[in-house]
C-alpha cells in the first residue's frame, strides 16, 4: 500500500512538534505493507519521512518538479523509483494518482496546495481515498474554519465535506487506521 505523507521542504522549528512527526513517520514506516510517495525528499520533514522510509527497506516513489535537479539525481542515486513533471501542480496530481492514501503533516504553501489538489482530485474520482490531516496543536485550524464557512455559504455540499478528509489530533489513531487501511487494501489485491 502506497502512502502519500505531504510535509514541509522547511525545518520544523517546534521541537515537541518536530519528534512526534518523527514517532509518527517512524511508526508509519514499521507497518509491513505501507510504502511511501513523497514530493521531494532533501529537506525538512519531507527529509525526515524519506530517510526514515528508506532506513527501514521501504520501497520510496518521488515525484519531483522539473526544478528539482539535485534531488533528481539523489533519486538516480539510490534507485528509487522517481518522476519528474513540468510543475508543481502537476506533481500534486501525480502524487494522489500514485499513492493510496494520504496524511498531511505540517507545511506550508505546498502543502496547502496539496491538499486542495487532493480534496479536488478525490471528488472528481470518486474513489476510496482516505485523505488524513494530521491537525497537531491545532495547525490546521484555520484551514478548518476556511471548508466551513465554504460548507455555510453553500458553495461545498456538507456531506462531501465530511467524506473527503478525516481531521485528527491523536497520531496513534493516524498510525492505527492507516494501519487497518492497509491491511484492507492487501486483502483486495
Known sequence: MKLFIGCGSRDVLDQDALNTYQKLIENLASIPSVNLVVGGMSSGLLKVCYDTFKKMGKKVTVILDKTRDEEMKKCTEYNDKFYVVPSTMQRSRKCYLESDMALFLEGGIGTFTEIWTFLEEKRTFQREYPIY????????????????????????????????????????????????FSKRKRCLK
Open 133 to 180: 490531516i494530521f491537525n497537531y496543536n491545532g495547525i490546521y485550524d484555520s484551514f478548518f474554519c476556511s471548508l466551513h464557512e465554504s460548507v455555510q455559504r453553500g458553495m461545498t455540499l456538507s456531506t462531501d465535506a465530511k467524506k473527503w478528509l478525516i481531521e485528527e489530533k491523536n497520531p496513534e489513531k493516524i498510525q492505527e487506521e492507516i494501519e487497518c
